[in-house]
């Protein structure tokens, strides 16, 4: 059962909740309260509608935090359905629409979202990087330690972390090696603090 990320019932909606996708597709795109966007996105997503995942996807890339947040948490609601457009919006360009996606792949955990992940660990944003090896660790996919391991490498301290623990959470004497190597020389203690943890 997935979790509902329930947000506040906007003042002056009671109509909203009658709405069928079609009214609550353009309350999505048209409402100027972010608030309102946010509400719609969740009806969205109790729907359940597959028509509703493209508007959903479109709204990842929101200027309000808490619509992005909701639109990603609509389109995990919605499920399996949703993989391939949220693989599709992998190659969108804002990178807020890649990274609330990569967050909605690793949570919705069908063995499809494995690749899209994968590839998202060579993202050039290290928000999504981060996501990407966040989601690949609930997936537990053995395809996943080489990309993973040259995360170990990355520039940002929160992205090798993440690369440790995901790694160690799929395990085997490939990980545990290349966990022993990196700690040679990683020289950020936080890091080097999850690579001992990692291996015991």
Do not use: C
């Not at 935090?65 to 359905?81: C, E, N």
């Not at 989601?135 to 992205?159: F, Q, T, W």
């Amino acid at each position: 059962m997935v979790e509902e990320n329930i947000p506040e019932k906007p003042d002056g909606v009671e109509g909203i909740e009658k709405q069928g996708v079609e009214g609550l597709v353009h309350t999505l795109h048209d409402s100027t309260d972010p608030k309102v966007r946010q509400y719609a996105a969740y009806l969205l997503g109790k729907t359940q509608n597959p028509r509703a995942i493209q508007p959903l996807i479109e709204a990842l890339g929101d200027f309000d935090k808490s619509v992005r947040a909701q639109a990603m948490s609509a389109l995990v609601m919605i499920g399996k359905t949703a993989v391939e457009p949220l693989s599709s919006a992998m190659r969108e360009p804002q990178w807020e629409t890649r990274y609330r996606a990569v967050e909605a792949l690793g949570k919705i955990a069908d063995e499809r979202a494995v690749k899209p992940l994968i590839q998202a660990l060579k993202d050039n944003r290290d928000h999504v990087r981060y996501m990407a090896a966040k989601g690949l660790r609930d997936l537990g996919d053995s395809d996943a330690i080489e990309p993973m391991i040259i995360l170990l490498k990355d520039e940002n301290r929160y992205v090798r972390m993440m690369a440790v623990w995901s790694l160690s959470a799929i395990g085997g004497k490939k990980v545990h090696d290349a966990l022993k190597k990196s700690l040679e020389v990683e020289d950020d203690d936080k890091v080097k603090e999850a690579i001992t943890q990692a291996m015991k």
